[in-house]
């Protein structure tokens, strides 16, 4: 890594070292066919991450959202509200995130919600201001996913597979910067 992507990690750091937020939070990035998620015990610890998909018209298993909410016992459940190309997409992902504030509110887990807007503007305080660069800071702050920070980009190229990952591990650090919509969707 660049010595920009190191400053702007120890700046980050700095800046989160502050925050009083030291409960568990199981960070969630919904799509209509898969989810990324990111369990994370205060800005520094990361716990558990990966990617789970489902197929077309099946919901997430209640069974994986319940094991991850059984296994870690998360404060928060954080998940990032985002807008999608389709009415179908924003539908299938609206009926994947009730079905998981249910599994959450039956574990006493609180449900919150926070814009891709306002994580975007967290990480471009730090110089980033796209995701590869925001999943290249992530990677070198948590050495243990460094291995999955997919490669950059081309333009007629599709989103890699692990940006999911990464884009759930910057929702739960945008919760612990305090940047949090509210509970509602």
Not at 36 to 64: C, H, M, N
Not at 76 to 89: D, P, Y
Request: with cysteine.
């Amino acid at each position: 890594m660049d010595s920009e992507t190191k400053g702007a990690v120890a700046k980050l750091k700095e800046s989160l070292a502050s925050t009083e937020r030291n409960e568990r939070v199981l960070a969630l990035e919904v799509r209509p066919k898969k989810y990324g998620f990111a369990v994370l015990e205060g800005p520094d610890a990361l716990l558990d991450w990966g990617i789970r998909s489902y197929r077309k018209g099946q919901l997430v298993s209640t069974s994986e959202v319940d094991s991850l909410l059984q296994s870690y016992a998360p404060h928060s459940v954080v998940i990032r509200r985002r807008k999608h190309n389709s009415q179908r997409a924003a539908n299938a992902a609206r009926s994947v995130i009730a079905k998981i504030r249910i599994e959450a509110g039956q574990h006493s887990a609180e449900t919150r919600f926070v814009s891709g807007r306002k994580i975007r503007r967290l990480f471009e305080r730090y110089g980033c201001t796209n995701k590869h660069q925001i999943a290249s800071l992530l990677a070198e702050w948590f050495d243990e996913i460094r291995w999955k920070l997919p490669t950059k980009r081309r333009p007629w190229q599709s989103e890699r597979y692990n940006t999911l990952l990464f884009d759930a591990l910057a929702t739960g650090i945008a919760f612990f910067a305090h940047i949090i919509d509210g509970p509602t969707l």
